[in-house]
């Protein structure tokens, strides 16, 4: 698998993650261990240039999924471990925090 393609579908299971569990009540666990575990993995194999450029992104989306799931299942529970492990900036404030702007709008 390319690079490019990498990149990309890690950053479309960060984001759909984002998505699918923003103020849930609860979610599907066996669902989120696979879906989080995916995701550290393809983490894991993306090269260290690569993450130091798109570092902040990652924090700020897989961020907003940790403060959304961290009431529902309790920040040490094991997959909100694994999520955090991939943040490696301050966390956003909140599940809505969204006042970053996009690469395209600087």
Same mark, same amino acid.
């Given at each position: 698998?390319?690079?490019?393609?990498?990149?990309?579908? @890690?950053?479309?299971? *960060?984001?759909? !993650?984002?998505?699918?569990?923003?103020?849930?009540?609860?979610?599907?666990?066996?669902? !989120?261990?696979?879906?989080?575990?995916?995701?550290?993995? *393809?983490?894991?194999?993306?090269?260290?240039?690569?993450?130091?450029?798109?570092?902040? @992104?990652?924090?700020?989306?897989?961020?907003?999924?940790?403060?959304?799931? *961290?009431?529902?299942?309790?920040?040490?529970?094991?997959?909100?471990?694994?999520?955090?492990?991939?943040?490696?900036?301050?966390?956003?404030?909140?599940?809505?925090?969204?006042?970053?702007?996009?690469?395209?709008?600087?």
């Amino acid at each position: 698998m390319g690079l490019y393609v990498q990149v990309y579908e @890690f950053a479309a299971s *960060a984001g759909a !993650l984002e998505g699918y569990v923003y103020h849930k009540k609860e979610a599907e666990l066996r669902d !989120l261990s696979v879906w989080i575990g995916n995701l550290h993995q *393809a983490y894991g194999l993306l090269p260290a240039p690569v993450l130091e450029e798109i570092q902040p @992104f990652v924090d700020m989306t897989l961020g907003r999924a940790f403060r959304s799931l *961290a009431p529902v299942l309790g920040e040490n529970h094991e997959l909100l471990l694994k999520v955090r492990s991939m943040i490696h900036g301050t966390l956003p404030d909140s599940a809505d925090d969204f006042q970053k702007k996009k690469w395209f709008q600087e």
